[in-house]
Nanobody, 119 residues
């Protein structure tokens, strides 16, 4: 079982930046996909960005060019650098980890960290 703990959320003004971290512990998969998802009030949870154990990344169109996902295999930590934040980025951000071949919904989830973009 993999445990995930997110940190780094908070209140930021439009145009500002935040860096989220997700620390994984437990029996980590040898090959895996880790990612960030978010859920805004009244909306479904949506993909933000994912990174594979091999370093391949993918982003939602809404965050391309503004967000960067990166990983540190040595300490099983994934980061999400968020720049040029917009009010519509306001959401609870969740970290997810799963082995290849498993859908995100069936993977491990953190408890989430709240990001609020407001002036």
């Amino acid at each position: 079982q993999v445990q995930l703990v997110e940190s780094g959320g908070g209140l930021v003004q439009p145009g500002g930046s935040l860096r989220l971290s997700c620390a994984a512990s437990g029996s980590m998969f040898r090959t895996y996909i880790m990612g960030w998802y978010r859920q805004a009030p009244g909306k479904q949870r949506e993909l933000v960005a994912i990174i594979t154990s091999g370093g391949t990344t993918n982003y939602a169109d809404s965050v391309k060019g503004r967000f960067t996902i990166s990983g540190n295999n040595a300490n099983n930590t994934v980061y999400l650098q968020m720049n040029s934040l917009k009010p519509e980025d306001t959401a609870v951000y969740y970290c997810n980890a799963r082995p290849f071949g498993v859908v995100a919904a069936s993977g491990s989830w953190g408890l989430g960290t709240r990001v609020t973009v407001s002036s």
